[in-house]
Every structure is written in structure tokens, then in C-alpha cells.
């Protein structure tokens, strides 16, 4: 007997063959319950068309069994199974790694090991649901209803979700949720692949392993989605091999198709309505077309060489003879909740999310999320391209539980319909049973956890001629979270660019990419360093090195936003500077020794060019547009902005002043050192005075502009130095919120909660000692002679009275400072009292009354002070007389 996959998933179209016995098959069941009998009611007649098909395809099915000339597929599957290791009973209902991490079921919490009264009414439906769908749809495999726990215990698939709202931003969107289910847990295959699982574990034992099925990776990745308000489903069919398997090595990356989308987008200019028309073009397109006809057929046949080149390094991929066999398990997002515009698929694998017409999901056989569980009957025979997933439509899904008819989320029910109309009764009738709260405790993830990731902290995943590695933050010492290296070749061994991103380092350095064809480096930082530099990019030729910066132009005062270094030329661009400069380039001689870095800062300047912005405070005429300073030819060359009504501007060249000997107080300035090209010609020439002022001011310019040249030289050549030095000694940003992931802050912590233990330790064994400053000046000696102790007694008593004095005295002065301020402020009131306001009235009395306030509690402090002073004296006389150290000598 021969059928391929798709039969076997088509197989549930015969269902509307045994619609009609279908209700009478829920009657004669003893276990069923009549308030459940309300749904199972027949269903609308079938299609003559669609009865004939059923009958033809039942016939061609029977002649096949009854010629089995050929073997089927399931044959085909049985031998794979049976070329599997064996194992022993045990193993068949726990696996390899749940036996070595069992868990102890004292640890486990009631709910894992027991069942409510809730859980076992809920049991006995669904083994009477899964009774009625095996008789009606004997070809179809069984459905997943209530597999084992973690504790041997079966447990309905609805309870195993729940619900959870972790407190990580990143948790609250479908994509960061899918992202770290991803990441954070490591794949187990299904054993064998073609069959469902007889294990469904807890989200809190799969979040303790860090691995799991598919199922465990939908369940988990449920879970959080309906925490954070998605209306998702756990989804249990079929799908291809590559999927079930986690091969991701025939896709392309996704960060590679993001960057080509980011390319087209940017190639994309938008059409100016209003432009300037083209001139004519005068050349022949006879030729043109010859050319392109030509330059067309050597591309065709070059990409037809490549073509033909990448079939014989590239085999075809093998067709699968179990297409349409392979166990899935993913989730189903619909719309309306959370804005969600359309239904989606997310392969919990991944994290990438499909759109549900996607062909690599060959078939669905049941959905269920925590309230409800649903049976698929619609055909497959396109995979999932025709499905609906509209689950109050009875025809198309057979739910467990009763439940009102589902509307869609994003439209209101109509009061008004008549459809929407239930009594009373029936209400109570639907209602009978609802689904058991969850037995899983609560979902938790540590901070810790949420920073690692990754089981291990690295993550390698191979796609199509590239890899891509995730590393945890903190993890390695220059901050590495993610590289991406894209190859030549399929068997990935001749790489072509390395991609790097960087967190939390101390020179923010945030992505580095190296073209290794071109040996062309780009690095991009993060704002924060002392040059504002932003991105650079260096590449290191035979004639020398060609760096590439660009600055954050707010951040400096000079407002450069670029510098391009050449080997015999710089280019720097500018942005909102004061004086409208936006563009300088300098133009150098050779070097005594090319090459060198000293060499490059005393290299001949011959030429400087450089642009400025239009000052609209400023005639056209008088306004700098353009400067050149001709270092070797000794001239400067000015031009001017163009005027609105002209095409030509105005131009002036200067002839600098030769050297002149010093007997000469100034040079000698000649109107033949200026040539003037004026637009109108009515208009008044400068006089020579003014040329001559110009020329001064031009030449300081000059020099001004040359050290800011050397500056800008030197400036390059410390960030070249700084970037080796920091690549060499590489050093992270201590984060406080990730404290346990730094080397330095775990020091310092520990070193902290020593010094603090350590005092705590030395109070409570020596408490407060007057004598411990005074034997700290003399050595804290053993044992003191008679002379020293009664010294320090002395010592210690004269300590305390002077500071018994001073803050007698200090509280003295405090009170008649606030008495002879009390008197003036009196004395003021009795001279202005007929002519101040009533507000400085007001004001005035406010002040007495917390003046003669305070003045009273500094009499009473004194007084208490001078009373109890006589008292300190005398106890902590006694106290030294009765100190072991000098109670000896002191008696």
C-alpha cells in the first residue's frame, strides 16, 4: 500500500462519512454526560460533491490495501524505529535526561503528585473524548490530552499551562518572550520523531533542566505570552523535518535579511516633484544599445558559469520520504488582543514568527490553550494555506469543554442579532464544567538567569553560509554578546565578514565589522568617549593606513562630524559652527620617511581648501565662500558668495609678502600683490588700505588654520594610541543592576562586607575606650610604668574638660548671638514702627517669637550643660581608676 504523507493527514475528511452515526456513537457511551450531548448534535448536511469524493477516495484506498505491491510509509516507519537503540520498560515512559535529574517528589509541591476532584471529572472526559475520536477517525494518530508529568503523574495539557507575568520589560512583547524561550533552553528531539510525546513536564521543571521537547518549548512560551495578554495557543501537528530538528543551515540569517531590507530601503531616493530637466541627450543609442546588448550577454553567461558552479558545490536538498510525519508542536497567536492585526505562528525553536499560510507546517491536529481544548477537522490537504482558525465555528473545530461561541476579539456582538440570544437555561446547560486552575506553581526567572541566557552562556547557531554566536553579557572580558560571520562556501571555511556586538565596555564600543577580502574595519561607538567619536574605519594599504572617523558634532565645540585621512590628504566636514565652515581639506607634501607617524605631523602643507555657509547678515559680495591658501605657491585665493541675479562670483587672489629684513618695521604692499575680478563692473574697487587689512587678516587666518591642522593630526594620532591601548587592556562598565556578573563589583562588595564586619566585630569585643587614641600615639604597649598611667589619666581628664568647655563656650556664644541680634532687630522695630508695612509687622513678630524661642533653649541647654559637666568629670575619673590597665598604679 502506497500513501504519502498528506493521505494520512487527509484522512480526516472522512468524517463527514460518520457525521450521521456520530451522535448516536455519544449515547450509547455510559461515561458521557447528558449536559455534555448539547454540542455533539448533528451538523448541517453534507455536499453531494463533496459525499462522491469521500467514496471515491475510500475505494482507491481499499484496492491499494488489497494489492500492497508496494510498501507504504508507515512500513517504512517502523523499520526506522525498530533501527533505533533499544531501551529498557523503564525508559520507553521516562527518558535519558529526566531519569538522571529526577526530581524528589518531597520537594515537589501537592498539586504535582495528586489529582483535584476537578482534575479527575476532567480526566474521564477526556478519555471519553479521545474514546469517540479514535472510533470516528481510526486513521488519524491519537490526540495529546493527558501525558505524564515530571512526577509520573498524568495531567491534562489545558492545566499544564500557566499563565505568567514576569517583571522584564522585555517579557511584555511576543517577540522578546519568544526570543529568551529560544535561548534560554536547550532542544531534546522528540524520541521517536513521528510519534507525540508521552512526557508534557511543568514549566518550572523545564525552566529548572534548561532543555525540552517542542512541546515544552510551546508550553512555556504559551504561558508567557498569555501573561502578558496574547490571546496564544499551543498548537500540536505536523511540520518539516528541518523545523523538527532544529536545522537551520539551509536559511538564510535573519540579521543578514534585515540588513538587505535596510540597503534597499536606503537605495530608495524619493522622486523630487519639481527639478531641473536633464540636457538632451546627444549620443547614440544605436551604440548604447549595442553595449548593453553585449554587457547583457557577458552577465548572463558569467552568472550562468556561477549557476552552473553552485550546482556542483551545492547538492539538492534530498526529498524527505516522511514528509508530513514529523511531530510539531508550536504556538498560535490570533488577532485582537494587544493590537495583534493578524493570526501568526511562532516556532518556539526559533523565535521567529510565520505567518499561518506558511508552507513548513504541513498539518494540524489539536489546539488548546488554558481554558479550552480543540480537535481540528478540516482538511490538510495543503498543509495549513486553507485553514481557518475561527474556533466558534463547530464545523471546523470540536471543542472538549462546552463554551459559548467564540467572537472574534476585534468586532462587538450585535445586541441586536437574534443569533446572539441565549435564555437562561441554556446558559447554565454550556456552562457545566469549566477547566481545573493549573496545578504548575508560579513561573519564576532570576535576574541572574535572565542575563545568562543561554544554558551554558553561549549559543552557536548555523545557518546558510554564515554562524552566529549569542554569549551572555559579562561573560567574556571585552564584552561580547553576539558575533555573526557570513562565508564564501557552504561548508563554511573561507568566512568573508566577521560581525561583533559589544555591551557595557568602557570605551563604548558598541559593533565592530571586518571585511576580511578587503581587510576593511568599521567600529562604531556609543556617545560618551572624550572625542565624541562615533564611527571609525581604518584599512591598511601598501601606501600606508586610510582611517575613517565620524564624530558626534554636538558633543564637540569644534563641531567636526567628519575627518578622512588619507596618506597624502585629510578631509574634515563640519556642522553648526559659528563662523559657517563646513568644509576643509588639506593636501600634503611627501614625507622625509614615508610611513612613519612623526613624519605624517612634519609633512609640507601645499595646499588648504576650504568652504563656508551663506551669512545671511552679510552681503553676497562680502561673504567668504570658498578660501584656498597655496602654502608652496605663497597665495590665497577668495571667492565669494554668488549674488541672486548673477551666475558669476566675485573672485580675489593675494600674493603674500616676502620675507622682509628686519630694518623694515612692515612690508611693503603693492596693489599689483591683489588681482580682482568684480561681477559688476560700476561697482567701486576696495582701496588699497582695505586690500592691504584683508591680506593681513588672510595671512593670521593662514596660521590659525595651520595649527588647528597640527591639532587635528595630533588629535588622530591619540586616538589611535587610545583605541590599541584600550583593545589591549579591555575593561567593562559596572552596571548596578548587574552587579553579580563584575569581577570589580564582587570585590568591592566583599571588601566592603569585611571592613564592615570587622568593625562590628572590634566594637562589640572593645565597645568605647577613652584611653585607645592616647596608647595608640604610644605604641599600645603591654604593660605602662607609673609615670605613663598617671600621665594618661591626666591626659585623658584634661581631654574631656576642654571639650566640656568648648561646648560651653560655643553655646555661650550661640546664646548672646542670638540676644544681640534680638536687641537690634527691637531697637529697629522702635525706630521704623510708624512707617513700615504690614507685612514687615508681621514679619518682625514672626521673628521674636522664634528668636526668644531659641534663645530659651540655649539657656536651658547651657544650664543642663554646666550642671552635668561636674558629673561626666568625676565618672570618667572613676572609670580610670578602675580600668585594669592603670588601676595598679592609680591606688
Same mark, same amino acid.
Given at each position: ?699 593670521? +587666518? *593662514? ?7 597640527? &591639532? #587635528? ?6 586616538? @589611535?594610541? %587610545? =583605541? ?114 504690614? +507685612? *514687615? ?7 521674636? &517669637? #522664634? ?6 533653649? @540655649?539657656? %536651658? =541647654? ?30
Amino acid at each position: 500500500m502506497q500513501k504519502t504523507g498528506t493521505d494520512v493527514v487527509d484522512a480526516t475528511s472522512n468524517y463527514y462519512l460518520v457525521l450521521k452515526s456520530f451522535h448516536l456513537a455519544c449515547i450509547q457511551c455510559a461515561s458521557f454526560e447528558k449536559k455534555q450531548c448539547r454540542r455533539w448534535k448533528p451538523r448541517r448536511e453534507m455536499d453531494p460533491k463533496m459525499e462522491e469524493y469521500q467514496k471515491e477516495k475510500i475505494l482507491e484506498v481499499e484496492e491499494e490495501e488489497d494489492q500492497g505491491s508496494e510498501r507504504s510509509v508507515l512500513e517504512e516507519l517502523q523499520e526506522l524505529e525498530e533501527t533505533l537503540p533499544d531501551a529498557d520498560a523503564s525508559s520507553v515512559h521516562s527518558p535519558l535526561w529526566v531519569r538522571a535529574l529526577q526530581p524528589d517528589p518531597l520537594c515537589c509541591p501537592a498539586s504535582y503528585k495528586k489529582h483535584s476532584p476537578q482534575e479527575r471529572h476532567l480526566l474521564k472526559m477526556a478519555h471519553n473524548f479521545h474514546c469517540q475520536y479514535a472510533h470516528l477517525y481510526p486513521i488519524r494518530k491519537h490526540l495529546l490530552l493527558y501525558p505524564l508529568n515530571e512526577c509520573g503523574v498524568q495531567k491534562f495539557v489545558s492545566t499544564t499551562l500557566r499563565p505568567a507575568l514576569l517583571p522584564y520589560p522585555e517579557l511584555y512583547t511576543w517577540d522578546g518572550c519568544s526570543s529568551l524561550v529560544s535561548d534560554f533552553l536547550a532542544l531534546l528531539p522528540l524520541d521517536p520523531p513521528f510519534d507525540l510525546p508521552t512526557h508534557l513536564y511543568s514549566p518550572t521543571w523545564v525552566l529548572k533542566t534548561r532543555r525540552g521537547s517542542c512541546f515544552d518549548f510551546a508550553t512555556l512560551l504559551c504561558s508567557l505570552l498569555l501573561g502578558a495578554g496574547y490571546d496564544a495557543y499551543c498548537v500540536s501537528g505536523y511540520a518539516v523535518k528541518e523545523m523538527c530538528l532544529l536545522n537551520q543551515s539551509c536559511q538564510e540569517c535573519p540579521l543578514l535579511v534585515m540588513q538587505d531590507k535596510e540597503k534597499m530601503l536606503e537605495q530608495k531616493t524619493p522622486l523630487k516633484k519639481y527639478s531641473v530637466k536633464p540636457r538632451r541627450d546627444l549620443s547614440s543609442r544605436f551604440r548604447e544599445q549595442r553595449q548593453s546588448q553585449r554587457q547583457a550577454d557577458t552577465q548572463v553567461a558569467f552568472a550562468s558559469r556561477q549557476q552552473d558552479e553552485q550546482r556542483l558545490q551545492e547538492s539538492e536538498h534530498p526529498v524527505d520520504r516522511f514528509m508530513g510525519h514529523w511531530v510539531h508542536c508550536w504556538v498560535l497567536v490570533l488577532s485582537g488582543s494587544r493590537e495583534v492585526p493578524e493570526n501568526f505562528f511562532i516556532d518556539p525553536l526559533t523565535g521567529r514568527s510565520y505567518p499561518t499560510t506558511d508552507k513548513q507546517f504541513l498539518g494540524v491536529e489539536s489546539i488548546w490553550n488554558h481554558q479550552n481544548y480543540w480537535v481540528n477537522i478540516q482538511e490538510c490537504r495543503s498543509g495549513c494555506v486553507e485553514m481557518t482558525f475561527d474556533l466558534g465555528d463547530a464545523v471546523k473545530w470540536e471543542s472538549l469543554l462546552c463554551c459559548l461561541p467564540v467572537q472574534p476579539q476585534l468586532l462587538l456582538p450585535d445586541p441586536k442579532d437574534p443569533e446572539n440570544e441565549y435564555s437562561d437555561e441554556e446558559e447554565e446547560d454550556l456552562k457545566v464544567f469549566e477547566m481545573p486552575p493549573s496545578w504548575v506553581k508560579r513561573i519564576e526567572i532570576s535576574q541572574q538567569d535572565m542575563e545568562m541566557r543561554c544554558p551554558t552562556g553561549i549559543k552557536v547557531i548555523q545557518y546558510r553560509k554564515a554562524k552566529l554566536e549569542k554569549v551572555a553579557p559579562y561573560l567574556l572580558k571585552d564584552g561580547l554578546v553576539m558575533r555573526l560571520t557570513t562565508y564564501k562556501d557552504l561548508d563554511c571555511t573561507e568566512p568573508i565578514t566577521v560581525k561583533e556586538w559589544f555591551q557595557h565596555r568602557q570605551d563604548y564600543l558598541e559593533e565592530r565589522e571586518l571585511n576580511r577580502i578587503t581587510n576593511v574595519t568599521l567600529e562604531r561607538f556609543g556617545p560618551g568617549r572624550s572625542q565624541a567619536l562615533k564611527t571609525h574605519r581604518h584599512v591598511t594599504l601598501l601606501q600606508g593606513q586610510e582611517h575613517d572617523m565620524e564624530f558626534y558634532s554636538h558633543s564637540r565645540v569644534d563641531g567636526l562630524a567628519k575627518r578622512g585621512e588619507r596618506p597624502t590628504d585629510i578631509t574634515e566636514s563640519f556642522e553648526g559652527r559659528t563662523d559657517f565652515l563646513y568644509h576643509r581639506h588639506i593636501i600634503f607634501g611627501k614625507a622625509p620617511e614615508p610611513g612613519g607617524t612623526a613624519s605624517r605631523e612634519q609633512c609640507p602643507i601645499l595646499k588648504v581648501v576650504e568652504r563656508f555657509g551663506r551669512d545671511c547678515s552679510k552681503p553676497a559680495g562680502e561673504d567668504v565662500a570658498e578660501r584656498v591658501f597655496l602654502t608652496a605657491e605663497g597665495l590665497i585665493q577668495v571667492t565669494y558668495h554668488l549674488e541672486d541675479d548673477r551666475i558669476i562670483p566675485t573672485q580675489r587672489s593675494f600674493a603674500k609678502f616676502q620675507e622682509w629684513p628686519p630694518s623694515q618695521r612692515q612690508p611693503v604692499f603693492s596693489p599689483d600683490m591683489v588681482s580682482t575680478f568684480l561681477v559688476d563692473p560700476s561697482e567701486k574697487p576696495c582701496t588699497n588700505l582695505s586690500l592691504y587689512n584683508m591680506l593681513v587678516s588672510l595671512m593670521k +587666518e *593662514e596660521d590659525r588654520v595651520t595649527q588647528e591642522i597640527r &591639532s #587635528s593630526l595630533k588629535e588622530v594620532r591619540d586616538i @589611535l594610541a %587610545l =583605541r590599541k591601548k584600550e583593545e589591549s587592556n579591555c575593561e567593562l562598565r559596572i552596571s548596578i543592576y548587574s552587579t553579580a556578573w563584575s569581577e570589580k563589583a564582587r570585590r568591592y562588595r566583599e571588601e566592603l562586607e569585611r571592613v564592615a564586619n570587622e568593625e562590628r566585630l572590634w566594637k562589640e569585643r572593645k565597645g568605647v575606650d577613652e584611653l585607645a587614641p592616647l596608647l595608640a600615639k604610644l605604641g599600645n604597649p603591654e604593660h605602662l610604668p607609673r609615670e605613663e598611667a598617671e600621665q594618661l589619666r591626666k591626659d585623658c581628664l584634661a581631654s574631656l574638660k576642654e571639650q566640656l568647655v568648648y561646648r560651653a563656650n560655643l553655646m555661650q556664644e550661640r546664646f548672646q548671638k542670638e540676644t544681640q541680634q534680638l536687641r537690634l532687630k527691637q531697637q529697629w522695630y522702635q525706630q521704623n514702627q510708624l512707617s513700615i508695612t504690614q +507685612e *514687615e509687622k508681621d514679619a518682625y513678630m514672626s521673628y521674636c &517669637s #522664634s528668636a526668644v524661642l531659641r534663645i530659651k533653649a @540655649l539657656k %536651658l =541647654r547651657l544650664s543642663r550643660h554646666k550642671d552635668y559637666a561636674l558629673q561626666k568629670y568625676l565618672m570618667l575619673d572613676e572609670k580610670l581608676r578602675r580600668d585594669p590597665r592603670l588601676s595598679k598604679h592609680l591606688c
